[in-house]
């Protein structure tokens, strides 16, 4: 795989860093557990559990779902009214009632990733469905009701950006986000930059071939290109921007095409079919093995399970079994829930502690 | 709709739904794409009536072009009688200004052009131009994507529209091969007969004089099939499709987006029925 490196997204707010591992002269062996996906149509069980927290959209819009915020109350992304008519809006979990949070410009695509954490909402907005490469990265306060134009496609010389746009997190009071540059090179060159949310103040932590970065327990972690092609995931204190430790099987992870993080786990896809992930703070590793029409891609993180979007459908897999199904409409979640929206509809499953995809079909 | 009247090719092979195969060796044994027609695929995941409705109801709102569907030309004897026009007319063979020819790869039950070009697009919309220079790498001859793009008059508030690109292709594609290109509408929600006539029109054009490309106009709308890589927002994209199989459920085509998004891989496999989904309320070149 080359040159193939994007930007991922992280679920709910990140735990404190895990205690770093005592070091002993022959620590235990890595565990790695291998699976091959097996996908089938949600259980029964699975099924019920949608349909005990489903609610009608407000007004009978499509919602198409982008991120749920940490309280698991509220879901956001982009309601539909008319093709004049789009914004980003909060959807109320337990009613179905929903608040405009941003227009969106006529002509816009729609929304091209989302993340929530605490009272902020970020997402990147696709400006244009005939010219891919004009986007906005833009975040709004639930609190104050302030929105923020944090990047956009075009530098301030008004020169474009080369390559992928922005699949941005939230996370321990800063957005982060890859901003891809000028055209250099035959391949996409970026910066990932780190926007303190209170100082309002923006960090770069690196350049060059560069993903987007993600929220892994207390890092942020991102992955690069080096100059001998190899690739390497990089991790940094997310406040202290101080650099943080990673294990061997992590630093050099092979191809890295998605990424995605969470408060207990980092997983990165190496091709359409293979992921990897490492439950932090562990040596436990899981390999698992999809097929073509799943494709691993816009990788998040709930709880115990990897969401995606295959393109139609998204795919839920629990992580712990290697088991997954798939849903037809939207996806996103939260440590605590799993939330799904399609035609004007909009259902969560509680992540209970019995919340498991044992069976396949 | 007239048909594409492709020219003879120096190397004849015959598919017919992959019971009949013949190509050079050194095709079968070259290309990637020929390593791609053994990759694995799983069972089909059908679309619910619901994403459908909603994926035409979308269109229905948001079409600014909207194109006229011939829905008689799709009948399957008129069809058959379209396809077999073209074969009459290709019997006068005509040779390419340089390069060297397509050949159909088959194996698996699949077809694929083992010269599939794939090129990452220059700019964020010159999907139009990179499809055409593409499928001029496939047919043996060369045309870059700012040659293509000043041709078309490819912009970046709209792309590159349909009569421009077909346009494009008869310039710099068909007619140099002793072919013509011709566009075929879709239904908003592609019907069977619709569906059908794509699988005949794509097995001709892939299995006849050495392989043509066929051009596919993609508009993926939010909450809608996507192709591999892009996300779920509303684009309109040009995409080359060289390829079949698997008893005609899934499709393989070059994508020039590679340089848009860096998830968006340079060939894939997709569900064909999802693929004329995605072309539906646009349509295909061939």
């Known amino acids: ?361 | 709709m007239a048909g594409m009247r492709c020219g003879a090719m120096l190397v004849t092979i015959v598919c017919a739904a992959g019971l009949l195969v013949g190509s050079p060796a050194t095709a079968l044994a070259a290309s990637p794409a020929c390593a791609a027609a053994s990759a694995p695929a799983a069972a089909a995941v059908p679309l619910s009536g619901a994403t459908l409705a909603s994926v035409a109801a979308y269109r229905a709102a948001h079409d600014t072009v909207r194109l006229p569907v011939d829905l008689a030309a799709s009948a399957p004897a008129a069809v058959a009688a379209q396809v077999a026009r073209r074969a009459a007319a290709r019997r006068a063979p005509v040779r390419l200004a340089r390069g060297a020819p397509a050949a159909a790869c088959a194996a698996s039950g699949r077809i694929v052009l083992a010269n599939l070009d794939q090129q990452g697009q220059i700019t964020d919309y010159y999907c139009g131009p990179a499809t055409v220079s593409e499928m001029a790498a496939t047919r043996g001859l060369r045309v870059d994507q700012g040659a293509a793009a000043r041709w078309m008059g490819t912009g970046p508030s709209s792309g590159t529209s349909v009569d421009r690109l077909t346009r494009g292709l008869n310039q710099f594609v068909g007619w140099p091969g002793g072919g013509t290109y011709a566009f075929v509408s879709l239904s908003y929600s592609p019907t069977p007969n619709e569906r059908a006539a794509f699988v005949a029109r794509l097995r001709s054009d892939l299995t006849t004089y050495g392989g043509w490309p066929v051009a596919g106009d993609a508009w993926e709308v939010p909450g809608g099939p996507h192709l591999v890589g892009h996300p779920d927002v509303e684009i309109f994209h040009w995409i080359e499709i060289g390829g079949m199989g698997d008893g005609d459920t899934v499709a393989y085509y070059a994508d020039s987006a590679t340089t848009v998004w860096s998830g968006v891989p340079a060939y894939s496999w997709i569900d064909l029925g999802a693929l004329v989904d995605i072309l539906g309320g646009r349509g295909y070149a061939w």
């Open chain 1, 1 to 361: 795989m080359v040159g193939a490196l994007v930007a991922a997204a992280a679920c709910g707010a990140p735990a404190a860093r895990p205690p770093a591992a005592n070091a002993t002269p022959a620590p235990p062996p890595d565990a790695v557990r291998a699976y091959s996906v097996c996908f089938a149509p949600p259980s029964e069980d699975w099924t019920r559990r949608f349909s005990e927290h489903a609610v009608a959209i407000g007004g009978g819009v499509d919602l198409h779902l982008g991120a749920v915020a940490d309280d698991g109350r509220t879901a956001y992304g982009l309601v539909r009214r008319s093709a004049a008519d789009q914004a980003v809006a909060a959807v109320d979990l337990a009613t179905g009632a929903v608040t405009s949070i941003a227009a969106l410009p006529a002509g816009a695509a729609g929304i091209g990733s989302m993340a929530a954490s605490g009272s902020w909402v970020v997402w990147q907005q696709a400006n244009s469905a005939a010219n891919l490469g004009d986007w906005a990265v833009r975040a709004w306060s639930r609190e104050s009701g302030e929105t923020l134009d944090l990047a956009t496609s075009r530098s301030p010389d008004g020169q474009q950006a080369f390559g992928q746009a922005p699949l941005p997190v939230a996370g321990r009071g800063m957005v982060a986000w890859a901003q891809p540059q000028p055209r250099q090179a035959s391949h996409p060159v970026a910066t990932v930059e780190r926007y303190d949310l209170a100082s309002r103040r923006t960090t770069v932590l690196d350049s060059g071939r560069v993903s987007g970065p993600v929220l892994a327990g207390a890092d942020l972690v991102w992955a690069r290109v080096e100059a001998d092609g190899s690739y390497a995931l990089r991790a940094v204190d997310a406040v202290s921007l101080r650099a943080a430790p990673l294990p061997e099987r992590v630093r050099a992870p092979g191809p890295v095409v998605y990424l995605a993080g969470s408060d207990r786990y980092l997983a990165w896809s190496t091709d359409q079919r293979e992921l990897h992930v490492w439950r932090l703070g562990t040596r436990e590793y899981g390999d698992y093995t999809a097929d073509v029409r799943h494709p691993l891609q816009f990788l998040r993180l709930a709880g115990d399970f990897t969401l995606w979007y295959a393109g139609l459908p998204s795919t839920v897999l629990d992580l712990r079994t290697g088991h997954a199904f798939d849903v037809r409409g939207s996806l996103a979640g939260t440590d605590g829930l799993i939330a799904e929206s399609e035609a004007a509809r909009l259902s969560y499953a509680p992540l209970t502690a019995d919340a498991r995809i044992d069976g396949c079909g």
